[in-house]
Structure formats: structure tokens, C-alpha cells
């Protein structure tokens, strides 16, 4: 993008008052998703063989529920074993430990280095339904935190963070744009009349409703969202 291009961009963003953009991590700013599912899948397959296709499926009908709540719910639900806390607290750290170091080194979802690098003008923040600890861990392990004014994660629910977003920076609802790539994004989205935009994979199943508007990833995204602005018929 050339200086004219930039400037013309600027006055656009500008003209259309968008005042924040908010980041999930997984499969929006990390290519990270097949990581976790695997693990989940793994984790279950130890405990009883032949179980791991089910488990990812109910796995994947909860994207964006707190880890801690996905993991009981597959055992109770698919194993039939309610695991007590002691139990599911061993479990949780089961999983972190297969998710973490190859987090830290997944691939970046295209586009979305080039859009935190260069577009430093809209105040950007990481809303993650993973624990918060480990999300800024991993962002800043990936040297990630020096784009964003602020990383949140669980155990807040993500409508309370971005209602905390929209109060902090002062602006409507509908300034405030929230990129996701799971169903449970887009109500919280909905929840507290923030603008949505969802992403779906190459050759992923798409979890929106007909009228959300999506990409496969972030490529041009600051072009993207400033044509969708303007098409966005409400």
C-alpha cells in the first residue's frame, strides 16, 4: 500500500468511525485450531479407545465454551464419566501440556501480521475464550503483545470483555468490530450490539448465519473491512 493508498485508507476508516478491532486467537490470529482439536481427541482415546471421532464432534459444537467446561462435558457426554474437579483440573493440565509449545509455534493465520503490522491506527485487542494467563503467554511468546492494547481470556465470558472494550474506548456498540471464527463469537458479537466478522477456512464448514459476512482469512483485511463497512446495508 502506497502513501496515497494509506492516507486514502485513513480518511476512510476515519469517515466510517470504526474505533476497535477485537481478535479471538485461535483460527483468527493462529492456525491453531487443529492443534487443540487433535489434543482433545488424544486425551479421549487414552481414557477409552474407538471414542475419538464422537469427541470431536461434540468438541467442535462447542467452540468458544471455557476449556475447562468442554472437557467435562465430552467426558460426561461421550465417555459417560463425570470427572470430579480434582479429576477434570488433571485433565485441563493434560491438555495444556500437548497444546501449548505447538501453539506457540503455529502458523499465523495469512494476513494477520500484515494487517497488526501495518495498521497501527485502530486500537486492537486479543478476546479469547482460553484462560487469559496462558493467552498472553502465548502472545507474548510469540512476540504478539506489542500490537494489541489489551489481551483478555477466560474465565470472563467474551460479551462481558467486549462490553468492557466498548466502554473503554468510548465508542457505540457498532464501532466496535469483533473477528471470530465459531458461533458462540458471533452471539457475544450480537450480545452487546457489537459488528461482526466471521472467519471461515479454506474448505471448513461455516458456523454463521447466511447474512454474517465472512472471510477464509485476514488477508487484506483493512481493505476487507472498509468495503464491507460500506456494502453493510444496516
Known amino acids: 500500500m502506497n502513501y496515497k493508498e494509506r492516507k486514502a485508507m485513513i480518511e476512510r476508516f476515519n469517515a466510517l468511525q470504526i474505533q476497535a478491532v477485537a481478535f479471538d486467537f485461535d483460527g483468527v490470529l493462529a492456525d491453531s485450531v487443529a492443534i487443540k482439536d487433535d489434543a482433545l481427541v488424544q486425551l479421549v482415546e487414552l481414557e477409552v479407545a474407538g471414542k475419538g471421532a464422537a469427541a470431536r464432534i461434540l468438541w467442535n459444537q462447542t467452540r468458544g465454551v471455557f476449556r475447562r467446561e468442554r472437557i467435562g462435558r465430552v467426558f460426561a457426554d461421550v465417555l459417560g464419566i463425570k470427572l470430579e474437579d480434582d479429576a477434570l483440573d488433571r485433565m485441563v493440565a493434560r491438555y495444556k501440556e500437548r497444546v501449548f509449545q505447538r501453539t506457540l509455534a503455529a502458523l499465523p493465520i495469512a494476513g494477520s501480521l500484515e494487517y497488526l503490522q501495518g495498521w497501527p491506527l485502530i486500537p486492537s485487542y486479543i478476546v479469547s475464550a482460553a484462560p487469559q494467563p496462558e493467552v498472553i503467554e502465548i502472545a507474548h511468546g510469540r512476540d504478539l503483545q506489542r500490537y494489541f492494547r489489551g489481551i483478555f481470556g ?13 466502554q473503554r474506548e468510548g465508542c457505540q456498540p457498532r464501532e466496535l468490530l469483533f473477528i471470530g471464527d465459531s458461533d458462540s463469537d458471533h452471539r457475544a458479537a450480537v450480545a452487546v450490539g457489537a459488528s461482526f466478522l466471521g472467519v471461515v477456512g479454506q474448505g471448513c464448514h461455516n458456523p454463521f448465519p447466511a447474512h454474517v459476512p465472512t472471510v477464509v482469512n485476514l488477508t487484506g483485511l483493512a481493505e476487507r473491512i472498509a468495503r464491507w463497512w460500506e456494502e453493510d446495508p444496516s
Open 154 to 166: 477466560g474465565p470472563t465470558r467474551k460479551e462481558e470483555i467486549l462490553a468492557g472494550l466498548i
